[in-house]
């Protein structure tokens, strides 16, 4: 064998021999290979059987068949001549003469190559049939040797029945061909399930028609008995095999279980997120505390309710303890009508109550039935049967806290219907009542902030307006929402009857808008009572405003510099009351004015502004207009332009509107869209008093949520009486002086004010003396009966008297010190062509009535008084 098939290496010629190549034909390593040679081995045998079976058995039926013949030829021989000299001869054996013998055995070689041919045809017919049956299962078990084949359906075997997975075979009429140990579990298969129609298998209905229909099917979840398995059908024939169909099982039950603890843990997550962006989307603590309980409402309770302690509410810092006073401030989920505490209510929990002991420990209490509780409704029975009554099953009582320091109390209660809280249903809440807690306490700060700024700004605003019978003026202000800005206004009484009004804005908000806004009102009130035109007043405003935006950019630079930085008040845990000193802050960065001088001796109103809302003037005869004034721009930018002045002249009963730009301007409308509603609104309230006009205005144009200070003042216009002003010219001549004098108290008589006589006479007659002597023409004299005795003398110069120190030895220098003891007021004023010096007297004469030797008696009290 060895030598006819080549050694195992060889690459003589001898292994390229006809039986190496037989053997390439095959391959005694595979099992189709081992199962041909095994095959054409037999045939071989079998065919050298029947050929030595027929051999045998030829000889043996030949020497039957010649015995007899055998027998007889014997007697013949025997017999016969000769035979007996042939056994005495010397060769027996050697044939008679005439006598021919035929071997019996050449009978039976006969028919021996038919035998072979047989043979040899039978075992081609057999070889044949072996090599195709070889080949056919060397191309079913893919050449694969038969430990592999043993070893991979012993895998195969192994890993169908254990794996977590249920697999079906199901043949193409709907048998049942295979099913592992998983399927036969959840599907509670019978033991001879195999073979079986699926219709006897008893399955789920709508399982069955599944699986009966062939169609594909991916993860549809199916019951099967009280489990939910997800089936995943597909066909067997795109992939080579029978027509039929292979089915996957899985058990979903857990599953379902844990995908709807995921999905509540996902809607948790997501109302947290939308807790963030809807809880404190303003400052209001009131709105913060209604957008907690919309929120919570309906995703995670059925009501939710929020008390806030009352001193949050003020902005103060809040601390709770037994017998704390809560105001309810939103209830979500019931009608109002229907809380069994409504918005507003003051509310006060006995001491056991899951509320109470809420807020005294500062951790969250959950009542999960409280039916069946007795302890939360000891403390007060008849409160706790209402809730009761109300259909509420479960509540979780959550302080809220921020910084550590509790703020209210957030409930959220659940009906029957929705099943009660839990345990896990604790920290939830807790995580949603903190973030609510920081934006509560966010606007809690705010509204401290925002109160302090209300209060310091209207402790700065005009408490009420002084008297004064030139104007009858009513105004408004609203501060912004958002923070209390800069607007101010003001009413001043000026020398002559005159009345100045002022409307301004400082830019930004909060304390320091405000306070600076004090300091502007305050300067306006010290450069009125210099009787400033309105041009110079906004000049000598604008270096003031210069002058505080370089200071204050000067401390900030020191601060960032390394000084003293200091920290803001919630600056570490919280929204910022505001921020650090910066390098280069600016400060004000301005502000706007509007000041205007009305005089009631003819109606002559001069204005002036500097990047101020120009004013609208309301005629007596209802038209609105809006009078062109000369803008510059707004204070403390620098590179100040001169400032231009307007006068208008106002009949009696005008009305002047002045107001600041958070009137007209707005989110929702510009400047000039402003002014046209503003029109309407003064047009349709022309014939009302200044009170309703500013009451029609701010229903008309008031913004909902207003992102701007609002200041209005509105002044209706008066003329003072002309039988109540005289004026007489002098001349340059002091004999004059008695003549004037003599006149003034004439008309003091005709106003029935003969008191002020002698007072009077010598304030005129100092006055009167001066302006001859050292003033120059025109020289004038006015006296003006309102709410005092005015007494008003002018010249043509600008040089101003003042009050000195006169010396023992001096003859003179004492006349103004007299005019200033028996004038309540007097002063100096210049005037484009001079100066006027006016002395105002009470009409009922505000001293003791003075006599005769009055001067002396003065005069005798002072040694050394100053002089003019």
């Known amino acids: 064998?060895?030598?006819?098939?080549?050694?195992?290496?060889?690459?003589?010629?001898?292994?390229?021999?006809?039986?190496?190549?037989?053997?390439?034909?095959?391959?005694?390593?595979?099992?189709?290979?081992?199962?041909?040679?095994?095959?054409?081995?037999?045939?071989?045998?079998?065919?050298?059987?029947?050929?030595?079976?027929?051999?045998?058995r030829a000889e043996g039926?030949?020497?039957?068949?010649?015995?007899?013949?055998?027998?007889?030829?014997?007697?013949?021989?025997?017999?016969?001549?000769?035979?007996?000299?042939?056994m005495t001869s010397r060769d027996p054996t050697a044939p008679a003469p005439g006598i021919h013998v035929q071997r019996a055995g050449e009978r039976v070689v006969q028919p021996l190559p038919?035998?072979?041919?047989?043979?040899?045809?039978?075992?081609?017919?057999?070889?044949?049939g072996a090599a195709w049956m070889s080949r056919r299962l060397r191309r079913q078990t893919h050449g694969l040797r038969p430990a592999e084949l043993r070893r991979r359906y012993e895998h195969h075997d192994a890993v169908l029945h254990a794996v977590r997975e249920g697999v079906l075979v199901i043949s193409g009429d709907g048998r049942l061909l295979l099913a592992n140990d998983e399927a036969r579990r959840l599907l509670a298969l019978p033991a001879d399930a195999e073979r079986r129609p699926l219709a006897d298998l008893d399955l789920e209905p709508r399982l069955s028609a599944l699986l009966a229909s062939g169609r594909e099917a991916t993860d549809e979840v199916l019951p099967a008995g009280d489990r939910l398995i997800a089936v995943n059908v597909r066909p067997t024939a795109p992939h080579g095999g029978p027509a039929g169909t292979v089915v996957t099982l899985r058990d979903t039950t857990e599953l379902r279980t844990l995908a709807g603890r995921a999905g509540v843990a996902q809607e948790r997550l997501k109302l947290i997120y939308d807790a963030g962006l809807r809880i404190g989307t303003t400052l209001e603590v009131g709105r913060t505390a209604e957008e907690l309980a919309d929120v919570a409402v309906p995703r995670f309770a059925d009501v939710a309710t929020v008390e806030l302690l009352e001193p949050v509410l003020r902005g103060d810092e809040p601390a709770a303890g037994p017998g704390t006073g809560l105001r309810r401030l939103a209830v979500s989920g019931v009608p109002q009508a229907a809380a069994i505490y409504r918005v507003g209510e003051d509310l006060r929990f006995a001491p056991g109550t899951p509320m109470a002991t809420a807020l005294a420990s500062g951790r969250p209490v959950l009542v999960d039935d409280l039916p069946r509780s007795d302890e939360w409704r000891r403390p007060d029975p008849e409160d706790a049967q209402r809730?009761?009554?109300?259909?509420?099953?479960?509540l979780i009582a959550v302080p809220l806290q921020a910084r550590g320091v509790v703020l209210g109390l957030a409930n959220f209660w659940r009906t029957g219907s929705a099943g009660g809280f839990e345990e896990e249903d604790l920290a939830f809440a807790e995580e949603l009542a903190a973030r609510a807690a920081v934006a509560i306490d966010n606007a809690r700060r705010y509204t401290r902030e925002h109160t302090t700024a209300v209060t310091l700004q209207r402790s700065l605003l005009p408490q009420t307006l002084p008297e004064q019978s030139a104007l009858e003026a009513a105004h408004r202000y609203l501060p912004a929402l958002a923070g209390v800005g800069g607007d101010w206004f003001d009413v001043i009484p000026l020398p002559g009857a005159r009345v100045a009004l002022v409307v301004g804005d400082v830019v930004g908000h909060g304390l320091h808008a405000a306070a600076t806004m004090g300091r502007l009102r305050t300067a306006v009130h010290n450069f009125s009572a210099l009787d400033l035109p309105p041009d110079e007043l906004l000049n000598h405003l604008d270096e003031l405003v210069t002058h505080i935006d370089t200071d204050e950019a000067g401390t900030a630079e020191a601060g960032a510099n390394g000084g003293d930085e200091g920290t803001w008040p919630g600056g570490a845990d919280g929204a910022a009351d505001g921020p650090p000193a910066q390098p280069g802050r600016t400060g004000i960065t301005g502000a706007t004015c509007l000041y205007a001088i009305y005089d009631p001796v003819g109606g002559r109103t001069t204005l002036?502004?500097?990047?101020?809302?120009?004013?609208?003037?309301?005629?007596?005869?209802?038209?609105?207009?809006?009078?062109?004034?000369?803008?510059?721009?707004?204070?403390?930018?620098?590179?100040?332009?001169?400032?231009?002045?307007t006068e208008l002249t106002l009949g009696e009963g005008s009305r002047l509107v002045l107001y600041t730009d958070g009137l007209i301007e707005g989110s929702d409308r510009d400047l000039g869209r402003g002014l046209d509603l503003l029109r309407t609104a003064l047009a349709g309230a022309a014939d009302r008093a200044p009170e309703q006009i500013c009451t029609a205005v701010l229903d008309t144009m008031l913004p909902e949520h207003p992102s701007d200070d609002i200041a209005l003042l509105v002044a209706r216009t008066r003329l003072l009486d002309p039988g109540r002003v005289a004026e007489w010219d002098v001349p340059s001549d002091p004999a004059a002086v008695a003549r004037i004098r003599s006149a003034c108290l004439r008309t003091l008589e005709s106003w029935g004010l003969v008191a002020l006589s002698f007072t009077t006479e010598l304030i005129l007659s100092e006055l009167i003396t001066n302006a001859i002597r050292y003033g120059a023409q025109p020289i004038r004299v006015r006296l003006l009966h309102d709410r005092a005795l005015i007494c008003e003398v002018s010249d043509g110069t600008s040089a101003s008297p003042h009050l000195r120190r006169a010396a023992t030895t001096d003859e003179g220098g004492r006349g103004l010190f007299l005019v200033a003891q028996f004038a309540q007021r007097w002063g100096t004023r210049y005037t484009p062509?001079?100066?006027?010096?006016?002395?105002?007297?009470?009409?009922?004469?505000?001293?003791?009535?003075?006599?005769?030797?009055?001067?002396?008696?003065?005069?005798?009290?002072?040694?050394d008084v100053p002089a003019l």
């Open 608 to 645: 002036a502004r500097a990047g101020h809302p120009g004013p609208a003037v309301i005629a007596p005869d209802g038209t609105v207009s809006f009078p062109e004034v000369p803008v510059s721009p707004p204070l403390g930018l620098g590179g100040r332009e001169p400032v231009e002045t």
């Open 833 to 863: 062509d001079g100066k006027v010096i006016w002395t105002e007297q009470t009409l009922d004469g505000g001293r003791p009535e003075p006599g005769p030797d009055a001067a002396d008696d003065i005069l005798d009290q002072w040694d």
């Open 1 to 56: 064998m060895t030598e006819f098939f080549g050694r195992e290496g060889d690459d003589s010629a001898s292994s390229r021999s006809p039986g190496r190549r037989l053997r390439s034909l095959l391959p005694v390593h595979g099992a189709a290979s081992r199962a041909l040679v095994l095959r054409l081995a037999l045939a071989v045998l079998s065919a050298v059987a029947v050929v030595g079976a027929l051999v045998v």
């Open 61 to 86: 039926a030949g020497a039957q068949e010649d015995r007899p013949r055998y027998l007889a030829g014997a007697t013949v021989s025997a017999h016969a001549p000769g035979t007996v000299a042939a």
């Open 114 to 128: 038919l035998v072979l041919g047989a043979a040899a045809g039978g075992l081609l017919v057999v070889a044949g």
């Open 387 to 394: 809730v009761l009554d109300a259909g509420i099953r479960s």
